[in-house]
């Protein structure tokens, strides 16, 4: 068998199919499945220093091929991870990619900092792009000037290869793609989701609990692909792509618009088995690797 | 749990607006506990996206039953489905109900189609032989959804039954009549099984906290995964943070759940 083996910006990986942060837990969801050391990485739940009992139900609302959600960074918190989950994701010999957001900058640096020591933190991902929380990333991730002084202070202390998880919620991805970058990002991870809302006609105020919401699935593929093009062509680090893949078809534009790996997740709610099923496609027969080796 | 692959055997429109669903699986089960639920595909397109979250409402030799409401657009596909066509489902999922072993006389409560997995324990109960009477309180909107009768009178059960417009059987909700379901037992320890509406489990829970008898719910929720990844089905637990409908439940001791803090 061919190895499908990459780098993501000093992250190796024996393929380069991740679970997105949020879909996955902490890794220990899709176990009746598959191993966790069976994907390229694990990206989990984002962290925060502290616990985070997230945002008031509802949480989401399907949409047409998606679904909308605004769960809130429900989190254990930095001690919790580190404590109750790192450990089993260890045993398991598993990719262990961190995902963290603070609400401050102080924040991000003493998570990156802290997650720093752990051996069993292969990668961290930061989340400048999350749309739930009134304070929490969006300021940094739409703001090219605040984006690359965040990126780094957050490179100065992060003794790990550092990924930012860019918002497709901005005019231009490019500008935002070079800002993190020239901060000194080692990777880029697009997109997160796009911001919506869903109004309940009946009651005339918004589904969600908390109004606005994340839109992920389908519907937010194109988006996702065009914003990974652009962004590949901007940047000389690696590219990871997502947004809506379902299939291994899927995957394969996000390859062929640039990226250097794929990250699955609302995916995975439908078919468990998706990381894998495109794990099998690279590895079987005439991959892209031989279709396009420009790749 | 695992996917499934399924044939439809039957679709049958039970009542109005009800169908009960059975599903022949392609593949063995893994062991199946009284009250889990699966992950349904109803369109073989993304649109619905998600899967639906259905519990069982018995398992025969000829498959699993699943008993829904049509709600919306993925029930409403769902209730096309015809016997031969294909689809798969993700499971067993969740934490069923725990036994009552201490009761002598079980209580069930059931609003609507929460009569799905309360169904499954009875049958459960009778099929390992247990004798111990059963009083189910099944309440309904208005005799138009009412239905499976039959199938509740082969597992011996004292039902009683109730309308909010007094159509058929008693005239109230479920919980205006849970003094005279507690009095059927005369007396014996009891212990009590509900699903239905969060307003009726909240109402059943105090009563049956006051009265220090011991109450499981299945808690019905809305779901992205079912399988405890997206955070969607949260509900708060006693004591601070949040229980997963579909990993930690969807049954409960209702004392887990903290009903002050639930909308």
Redesign the interface.
Known sequence: MKSLAVDIGGVRMKNPVVLAS????YG???T??YAPADVGAIVTKGISLQPR??N?????A?T????L?S?GL?NVGLAGFVREKLPWLMQRRATVVVNFFGETEGEYIELAEALSWHDGVVGLEMNVSCPNIREGGIEFGTDPVCLERLVAAVRGVCKKPLWVKLSPNVSDIAVLAKAAVAGGADALCLINTLRGMVIDIETGRPALGSGMGGLS??AIRPVAVAMVYQAARSVDVPVVGMGGI?SPEDAMQFFLAGAKAVQVG?G??????LPIKIIRHLSSGRSFFEDYPHL | ???IPVEVLKNQREAEGIYRLVLEPQKPLDRLDPGCFFMV?VSPG??????RPLGVFGVSAGGIELLYQVRGK?TRLLSKMRPGEETDI?GPLGRGWRRMDSARHILLLAGGVGMAPLHDLAVNLRDFGDQRPVTLVWGHRDKSTVCCLDKLHELDLDVLLVTEDGSMGLQGMVTDHLDEARARASGKPVQAAACGPMPMLKKAALFFSGLDISCQVSLEA?M?????????C??PAKG???LRVCREGPVFYSQEIDWEAL?
């Open positions: 949020g879909t996955c837990g220990e969801v899709y009746d499945f009992t997230g008031p139900t509802p949480r989401m399907e047409p091929a998606g679904m959600n769960i429900e699935g389908p379902s609302t995975c709610f439908v078919d468990p088995l | 749990m695992k996917t595909r993304s649109d619905p996206l998600l899967r993925g993700i809305l992205g995964c079912g399988m405890g990844a997206c955070l969607t949260v509900v601070g943070g949040h909308k």
